[in-house]
């Protein structure tokens, strides 16, 4: 017959909840550490076992008590245990990474993972970043066939930043733009008898649609009464030139020059591509001119003079460019700013 133990099983019970359950309103005074192992508990609570009925005249026997105990140790094992139950993707996708029939079916089931048809989908700019990896690659392929220098290459007109911006529907900085220009030129030099028909189509994006080097001027010419036209623009100013062989004489607006521009500077400057090639006494100048003021009209009058000479001596360019009458001067006045007493200029500062 089997030993009888007495075990007080309301005792038991308590002290076993308790340890599991902090806000337990029997034992919560009597709360053991959770890392006390529950044997130990067990042994502490009850330090004697004789033969003979139970305190409160429930008996047990090792048979029926010993697996009672291995189920109160499992549960314990299981509330301490940190690692995380398996996820319900983990129990869908058994899929083995070397075999292709669980590739194939996962892909025909939807539960594979999907990747992005570009590998700059998770950047910033990913339109930017793929069109300036596409031409590098382009380069790194091509870059071993023959290059023309920069002075012989074609001339390419390419997209400006804000219409490359509206082209790819992002806001790329300047500097991150210049790169893929500094590729496109590259890309330019590669001579035309060589060049690769992906490498064309590569570049055709972004040129743009008007070529400005493809416009051809029309020729001016010497009208039937021997006169030739020029208009030139400074500033706020724009001037209509008619030159043609005479004395030396200079009309503007009706007026002699005296007239129209009191100030010595304004005469000089209103003649001076005759007066830098040696043509003051032979031709005369008819001129109209319209907004700015003196200089600015005085200026614009150079420029208009300096064309419709070329139109009679084209030789004469070199010695114009060097007297810096063929470039259109592009300066203006800078504005007033707010709080400034000028453009630039700042109020005087004090301490008090």
Sequence with gaps: MASKLPISVTRLTSRYISSFHPLHPSTRALRPSPKTPLLHRFATTHTSINDGPA????????ETLAPAIQELIAEEADLYDTAAPPSSHEAELD????????????????LARIVPASPSYFTGKPHFTDSLLALQELLRKHQTLPTLTPAQAPRAAWRTLPQYRVMVGEPVRASKYHKIVEVLQ??????????????????APYRRDVDPFAVVRR?????????SFGNGRRKASSANVYLVEGEGEVLVNGRSLNHAFPRIHDRESAIWALKATGRIDKYNV????RGGGLTGQAESITLAVAKALLVHEPALKP????????????????????G???ARKMPAWVKR
């Design 340 to 342: 400034h007493v000028k």
């Design 95 to 110: 899929i083995d990474d070397d075999d292709p029939d669980d590739d194939e079916a996962s892909n025909s089931q939807g």
């Design 186 to 203: 590259r890309l330019n030099r590669i001579h035309p008898a060589l060049m690769p028909a992906a490498v064309g189509a590569a570049m």
């Design 286 to 289: 008819w001129a109209m001119v």
């Design 219 to 227: 020729p001016q010419s010497v009208d039937a009464d021997g006169r």
């Design 55 to 62: 305190a409160d005249g429930i008996e047990f026997s090792e």
């Design 319 to 338: 010695a114009l460019r060097r007297a810096g009458c063929v470039t259109r001067d592009p300066r203006r006045v800078e504005r007033k700013k707010p």
